[in-house]
């Protein structure tokens, strides 16, 4: 925890990104290493944690991240929790709360009561087309050389 | 739409990635695809919305996709849905529902299902260790230098 500290403190403090940082650790080794990249790599997707997650995956050489903690700075925003849970990350520990970053001027809280919403309520709008064709689950459940995850 | 969807069945019937496809069109031009890339890049984070957003972001110059909007072969999961809320984009279209996702094998549907209890009630720990030191909020609102987003 101290070193996602650190690394959140050394954003906090220059402009190479927002004020979070965030560790993979893997049997009590640091696998995997993040701090926020969002405008220096004009990545909106580019959080702590999910830079973490990739660092860590891309060290392991596997996408599923079993038996590994996340350690963050601050509570994940519903992006990174989902990242987590994609990447099978055994549990989470965080410093500060979703509120203390909204506190800072991030949207973390709320976008917590946006998925609390159902999709007609939120204010982001998303509507339904569905397309001509075949289905593609139906070919990929078809498929017998599919790589499931 | 027809092109998020040759996105995912190239996929599908492939073994490149799962069956998603996105593209993010602004200004009625095309200025980022995406197809899943999460087994072929070890990236849990690789989602086909996700390498849309980067693409396009990166495409673009900005990490701000405001005036974008996301085409997208299936509802986004929560990490995706996330994701284009921190990108401004602004407004999401999609084909197959999360439900018809689970009934691929995709966890999209049990996401929205966690996203909406507690913390204290999900399936991933999650607790607080607060930190030493100074604290990396309080650092960034201090910052004359910080880029906001």
Redesign the interface.
């Known amino acids: ?2 070193l ?2 650190e690394l ?2 050394f ?5 190479d ?5 965030a560790v993979i650790v893997h049997e009590g080794k640091v696998v995997g290493e993040g701090s926020n990249r ?2 220096t790599t ?4 580019a ?1 702590a944690e ?1 830079v973490a ?2 660092d860590a ?2 060290n392991l ?5 079993r038996g590994c903690v996340l350690y963050t ?25 979703q509120d ?2 909204a ?3 991030f ?1 973390d809280a709320f ?2 009561e ?3 919403k159902p999709m007609a309520s939120r204010s ?14 139906a ?3 078809a ?1 017998p ?5």
């Open positions: 925890m101290e996602a500290l959140a403190r954003n906090a403090r220059g402009s990104g927002g004020p979070f940082g969002v405008t004009m990545d909106p997707t959080h999910i997650l990739r995956a891309k050489g596997r996408f599923d991240l700075s601050c509570e994940p925003c519903p992006m990174c929790l989902a990242a987590v849970y994609w990447a099978r990350v055994d549990r989470v520990v965080y410093a500060a709360t203390e970053a506190a800072a001027g949207d976008l917590y946006e998925f609390a982001l709008v998303c509507t339904r087309e569905a397309g001509d064709g075949e289905d593609p689950f070919l990929w459940l498929n050389n599919k790589v499931p995850y």
